[in-house]
């Protein structure tokens, strides 16, 4: 399975140039799509879920047999074979889940009642929902509701789902347990999950791109970039009123609060200084230092900073 994805641009009647040239290679498995919000992504799976079109470009589904769905074009082909789950995942408050996700079913096709019954409840079972299957989806929590719309999502046996911002607003226990949950969902379909959050990213997904302002800044194995970074990450506390004199001088990445003073990420090629230390280099520091758009991260990777 592979999903390509070719120049797609989007400018909304408002004049927000969302997509600009988006060209992405998806293959099976997780992928992550990370970026700050506003960057696109919704847009971009919006598009790929077939809920609103591009100026320009393509889009085209890869089986392994061979056979390609064009899908911008072949929506319903596409609808098929698709699992979504948006943003903003509206339930029914008053039904419950085993209720609702076997109405999901029959609309999926499966007419047969017995074998209608042994999906809703292995669905079930896989997110977790089946001790609280029969109480209504008003009283689920966050974490719930987003489980159940995974469940919603496979059924059918999706060959390309798309999550869009599934963990924002969870708790820490209901996002552990969300994305364990999507790490089984296995190698047979693309999985595209949008984020803001790098760690989703980090603990999850093989290959990921980073988009910000409508622009594919990076597309990479985290692994990989991680080690393209690796030497050339180094860190300093400063008093708040040295920052600026720190930006001034060195390419910071990122800062962070500590402890009432200030953490200091900068990018060097050497040690930048007798008050830095070198620094093991993990996701946010790519995600931070392709963000910062640096002269220096991009001649140190040239092979990770495609556009
Ligand atoms: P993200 O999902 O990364 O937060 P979006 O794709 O939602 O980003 O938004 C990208 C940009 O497009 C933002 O500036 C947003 O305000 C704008 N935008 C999104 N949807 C619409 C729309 N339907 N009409 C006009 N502007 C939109």
Redesign the pocket.
Known sequence: MHLAIRGVSKT???G?R?LRDVTLDIPSGMYGLL???????????RTLATLQEPDVGTVTLERPDGTRIDVLREKDRLRRTLGYLP?EFGVYPSVSAERLLDHFAVLEGFTEKGARRRVVEALLRQTNLWDVRKERLGGYSGGMRQRFGIAVALLGGPELIIV??PTAGLDPAERVRFLNLLSEIGENSVVIL?T?IVEDVAELCRRMAI?DR?QILLEAEPLEAIDALRGRVWRRVVAKHELPEVERRHRVIATKLLAGRTLVHVHADERPGDEFEPVEPDLEDVYFSVMAGHEGARAAAPELVAR
């Open positions: 909304y009647p408002n927000v969302a970026g700050p919000n506003g960057a696109g992504k919704s847009s971009l799976m943003q869009d911002e949008s803001h988009i409508g």
